[in-house]
């Protein structure tokens, strides 16, 4: 029996639905039905989509994941269709963080809807972080300071656009850029403005249509201390950027003595 057998078996008994009548509501016979739910036959696309439909539930959810695992209650319904995997908790009752690896990082954005994939990842625990849905990120670059390689950005769930606040930082998951750490200035109504921490770096903007999730910052997990002070945290750009400070300064006497 497949995982969708077992998954629609699950789902009808949860809304106390014999085979006949939940066959009628999908418009199908029972017997045609049954061969689904003994995993004796495999629905076409049009079935796939009305149970779908009546069970408010996402069809890759229902092939890939084995839902009686997850309370459906707590799992949260997007935008798109898709469906974000619920809070799960360990033994003594903390929130698990789903952890973004490194390495395969670039594979967050083709993987962020797989449920199998979501579901793979390793996890940790933070008794501070309570509720909401949390999801750590890898640092890639000098963007964000003090994050920088090997860190990890712990962001908590944004349900709704109209949740970001101007100031906070978030990472943003996008169809141009995949995952994106910046901290927003402004919200127009086809885009937000976003900026770094590191001046060197221009404002820009990210079309709404390429956001496809967005977390707020909440922690960050550091590989080693932060020394503001060794010369090791400086590169070419940010020598650049004390000179385009140097620079400023001198117009600005210049202009002062004319």
Request: net charge negative.
């Amino acid at each position: 029996m497949s995982i969708f057998s077992d998954n629609i078996r699950f789902l009808r008994g949860k809304r106390n639905l014999s085979q006949q009548s939940f066959a009628e509501s999908i418009g199908m016979s029972r017997v045609r039905y049954s061969k689904y739910e003994d995993g004796r036959s495999e629905p076409p696309y049009e079935i796939l989509i009305s149970i779908s439909k009546f069970f408010n539930i996402s069809i890759d959810l229902l092939l890939t994941l084995d839902i009686k695992k997850y309370p459906l209650e707590e799992m949260l319904q997007l935008s798109d269709k898709r469906i974000l995997l619920p809070i799960i908790v360990d033994q003594s009752g903390n929130n698990s963080i789903e952890i973004i690896p490194q390495k395969a990082s670039m594979g967050y954005l083709s993987g962020y809807s797989d449920p199998e994939y979501i579901e793979n990842l390793q996890r940790i625990s933070l008794p501070f972080l309570t509720h909401g849905k949390y999801r750590a990120f890898p640092a890639q670059g000098d963007s964000m300071p003090p994050f920088k390689d090997g860190s990890y950005i712990i962001g908590k769930y944004v349900e709704n656009i109209e949740d970001l606040k101007s100031g906070k930082s978030y990472i943003f998951i996008t169809l141009d850029d995949g995952i994106t750490y910046k901290r927003l200035n402004a919200k127009k109504e086809n885009f937000i403005t976003v900026s770094a921490d590191n001046e060197f770096y221009e404002p820009y903007d990210i079309d709404l249509k390429n956001i496809v999730e967005i977390w707020q910052y909440a922690s960050g997990i550091f590989p080693e201390e932060f020394d503001t002070d060794s010369p090791h945290n400086y590169n070419v750009k940010d020598l650049f950027l004390e000179l385009r400070k140097d620079i400023k300064e001198l117009n600005h006497k210049i202009s002062g003595n004319q």
